[in-house]
């Protein structure tokens, strides 16, 4: 079992950075893919940046490649997600997620185990 907390979420204007910090509880976090997700209004869930078990893998959608940086600290059970020059088609909630298998990256949301509450990211024009 794995508890997730995300924060760092707020109001920017375009061109701000804002990083968020996704907290993890529970055993063997260095063991899952770690995920970051968002859901603008209206929209579907989309996969933003994806972080390996190990941390030396990752993978970013290309809407936030060259922008956003995801890393994460195996023993400090946290993942983060660094966000530059953001732009108002940023805005959103952002989840961070886990998930346990063999894979390097996992890229749909159904392939998740775990979630957490969300952050709400707005970026004004």
């Known amino acids: 079992q794995v508890h997730l907390v995300e924060s760092g979420g707020g109001l920017v204007q375009a061109g701000d950075s804002l990083r968020l910090s996704c907290a993890a509880s529970?055993?063997?976090?260095?063991?899952?893919?770690m995920g970051w997700f968002r859901q603008a209004p209206g929209k579907e869930r989309e996969v933003v940046a994806v972080?390996?078990?190990?941390?030396?893998?990752?993978y970013y959608a290309d809407s936030v490649k060259g922008r956003f940086t995801s890393s994460r600290d195996n023993a400090k059970n946290a993942v983060w997600l660094q966000m530059n020059s953001l732009k108002p088609e940023d805005t959103g909630v952002y989840y961070c997620?886990?998930?346990?298998?063999?894979?390097?990256?996992?890229?749909?949301?159904?392939?998740?185990?775990?979630w957490g509450q969300g952050t709400q990211v707005t970026v004004s024009s």
């Open positions: 997620a886990a998930a346990l298998g063999p894979a390097r990256y996992y890229l749909k949301g159904e392939e998740y185990d775990y």
């Open positions: 529970g055993r063997s976090f260095g063991n899952y893919v």
């Open positions: 972080t390996s078990a190990s941390g030396n893998s990752r």
